[in-house]
């Protein structure tokens, strides 16, 4: 497979990373707005730029994508209300991260490790409480809030000519890590090439995606948003990787957003590769997760998924029952629009008291966003966990704060706990 190059905003023909014209549709889910832009009261009057959420695969690499690049700055804008340390099974995941890629790849302690796509650098936090030096690479201002909390942060979009300034001023890196990112990035051919130049030789690029084989298991239609231009499996990540210098050299399913991979790329060709590697490409095979009859009844599921979801609200409203949204991840946009949830059947939604989003409006349907201690006070009848993917302990925690409503788990099966 030939080296990428950069994708142009706008509507795309060819696979993003093998170029080829052969791409099955999958659903055709809705028009949306970018899932994190957040409108304020004032903003609702004013209109809002819809994209389309079409679903395709490459039949010749396998790639799951998405057909149209928004731009990147209208997704990742300054005041991008997003932050990975707020939630706490998040937090903790992320933390993890530190000592098991460490051990893993045999780091040392003194090495430079680099995040991309740093948020509010709650990654390296587990890194520098190992020694090692850190340097968080955020577009946007979350960048301010990783500098307090004491994480050296380039407030900049990652290209070649910052890993150039970078290996200026704090020398190459051991490890270059991008959590939720690397499927983000319509730039990928520049930024495979600057993870390149500010590497060692035989330095480890550590990235976490979705999985597309996670997806398919547990049904997740509402993780196609227009930040997720990939979704990745194995055979295409290694094609990917082999076209750029790097060695695919293992990869593990990790939990994180419902069902990631975490796979490590070395620079360099030829290096050892782990078993797990074949084992997942077995898996996947397995799984049927290159075939086109895959995809047709996963888009059935999804279409029967909708049909459900919104007949219950429609219920539920009919029967003058309550019923709000409890969190706000970028994830639930594509949820509430794909099935039409709008206030008059989801007059709000929760969030904790130190998210970023309170007092705004979800895209696309306009929901107003709300102090969980609202929610508390009122006791709806049903509470819609929209981050269901955590579902568990969502509902435990917010149990022991006393809520006593009926709890709407819209995927992978729509179900209700008393």
Same mark, same amino acid.
């Given at each position: 497979?030939?080296?990428?190059?950069?994708?142009?905003?706008?509507?795309?023909?060819?696979?993003?990373?093998?170029?080829?014209?052969? %791409?099955? #549709?999958?659903?055709? =889910?809705?028009?949306? &707005?970018?899932?994190?832009?957040?409108?304020?009261?004032?903003?609702?009057?004013?209109?809002?730029?819809?994209?389309?959420?079409? =679903?395709?695969?490459?039949?010749?690499?396998?790639?799951?994508?998405?057909? !149209?690049?928004?731009?990147?700055? *209208?997704?990742?804008?300054?005041?991008?209300?997003?932050?990975?340390?707020?939630?706490?099974?998040?937090?903790?995941?992320?933390?993890?991260?530190?000592?098991?890629?460490?051990?893993?790849?045999?780091?040392?302690?003194?090495?430079?490790?680099?995040?991309?796509?740093?948020?509010?650098?709650?990654?390296?936090?587990?890194?520098?409480?190992?020694?090692?030096?850190?340097?968080?690479?955020?577009?946007?201002?979350?960048?301010?809030?990783?500098?307090?909390?004491?994480?050296?942060?380039?407030?900049?979009?990652?290209? #070649?000519?910052?890993?150039?300034?970078?290996?200026? *001023?704090?020398?190459?890196?051991?490890?270059?890590? &991008?959590?939720?990112?690397?499927?983000?990035?319509?730039?990928?051919?520049?930024?495979?090439?600057?993870?390149?130049?500010?590497?060692?030789?035989?330095?480890?690029?550590?990235?976490?995606?979705?999985?597309?084989?996670?997806? %398919?298991?547990?049904?997740?239609?509402?993780?196609?948003?227009?930040?997720?231009?990939?979704?990745?499996?194995?055979?295409?990540?290694?094609?990917?990787?082999?076209?750029? $210098?790097?060695?695919?050299?293992?990869?593990?399913?990790?939990?994180?957003?419902?069902?990631?991979?975490?796979? !490590? &790329?070395?620079?360099?060709?030829?290096?050892?590769?782990?078993?797990?590697?074949?084992?997942?490409?077995?898996?996947?095979?397995?799984?049927?997760?290159?075939?086109?009859?895959?995809?047709?009844?996963? &888009?059935?599921?999804?279409?029967?998924?909708?049909?459900?979801?919104?007949?219950?609200?429609?219920?539920?409203?009919?029967?003058?029952?309550?019923?709000? $949204?409890?969190?706000?991840?970028?994830?639930?946009?594509?949820?509430?629009?794909?099935?039409?949830?709008?206030?008059?059947?989801?007059? !709000?939604?929760?969030?904790?008291?130190?998210?970023?989003?309170?007092?705004?409006?979800?895209?696309?349907?306009?929901?107003?966003?709300?102090?969980?201690?609202?929610?508390?006070?009122?006791?709806?009848? !049903?509470?819609?966990?929209?981050?269901?993917?955590?579902?568990?302990?969502?509902?435990?925690?917010?149990?022991?704060?006393?809520?006593?409503?009926?709890?709407?788990?819209?995927?992978? *099966?729509?179900?209700?706990?008393?």
């Amino acid at each position: 497979m030939p080296r990428i190059t950069d994708l142009a905003v706008g509507h795309l023909t060819r696979c993003q990373i093998c170029g080829a014209e052969d %791409l099955q #549709p999958v659903i055709e =889910l809705c028009f949306s &707005a970018p899932c994190d832009s957040l409108r304020t009261a004032a903003q609702l009057a004013a209109g809002e730029t819809s994209y389309p959420l079409n =679903l395709l695969r490459c039949r010749a690499c396998g790639l799951v994508q998405i057909d !149209y690049v928004v731009d990147p700055k *209208e997704l990742f804008f300054p005041e991008y209300p997003y932050r990975s340390g707020i939630t706490e099974t998040l937090r903790r995941n992320l933390h993890a991260i530190a000592a098991h890629v460490s051990d893993r790849i045999g780091l040392r302690g003194d090495s430079l490790v680099v995040d991309i796509g740093s948020n509010d650098g709650t990654i390296l936090q587990g890194f520098r409480s190992k020694g090692m030096r850190v340097l968080g690479v955020e577009p946007t201002n979350i960048a301010q809030i990783a500098v307090a909390n004491g994480i050296p942060t380039v407030n900049a979009f990652f290209d #070649p000519q910052a890993a150039r300034r970078i290996v200026a *001023e704090h020398g190459r890196a051991g490890l270059v890590t &991008a959590a939720n990112v690397f499927a983000h990035v319509n730039t990928l051919g520049s930024l495979l090439e600057g993870i390149g130049h500010l590497l060692d030789d035989g330095g480890h690029f550590v990235s976490e995606s979705h999985y597309m084989l996670a997806i %398919l298991e547990t049904l997740q239609y509402d993780s196609i948003y227009h930040e997720h231009l990939r979704y990745y499996l194995v055979k295409p990540l290694r094609a990917l990787f082999d076209a750029h $210098g790097f060695t695919l050299v293992d990869a593990e399913r990790i939990p994180n957003y419902g069902g990631s991979i975490r796979a !490590y &790329a070395r620079k360099g060709t030829g290096h050892r590769v782990e078993r797990r590697i074949e084992e997942l490409l077995a898996l996947e095979e397995n799984a049927r997760a290159y075939d086109d009859e895959t995809y047709a009844r996963f &888009a059935d599921r999804i279409r029967r998924s909708r049909r459900e979801l919104r007949s219950l609200m429609v219920r539920l409203a009919d029967e003058g029952k309550t019923v709000v $949204g409890v969190g706000c991840p970028g994830r639930c946009v594509t949820l509430l629009a794909y099935c039409a949830i709008t206030p008059d059947l989801l007059p !709000y939604i929760a969030e904790q008291s130190s998210s970023l989003k309170l007092g705004m409006f979800t895209p696309t349907t306009h929901i107003p966003i709300r102090d969980e201690a609202i929610m508390l006070k009122e006791q709806p009848d !049903y509470a819609l966990i929209l981050s269901w993917h955590y579902a568990d302990p969502i509902i435990r925690a917010l149990r022991e704060k006393g809520l006593r409503s009926k709890v709407i788990v819209p995927l992978p *099966e729509l179900r209700i706990v008393d």
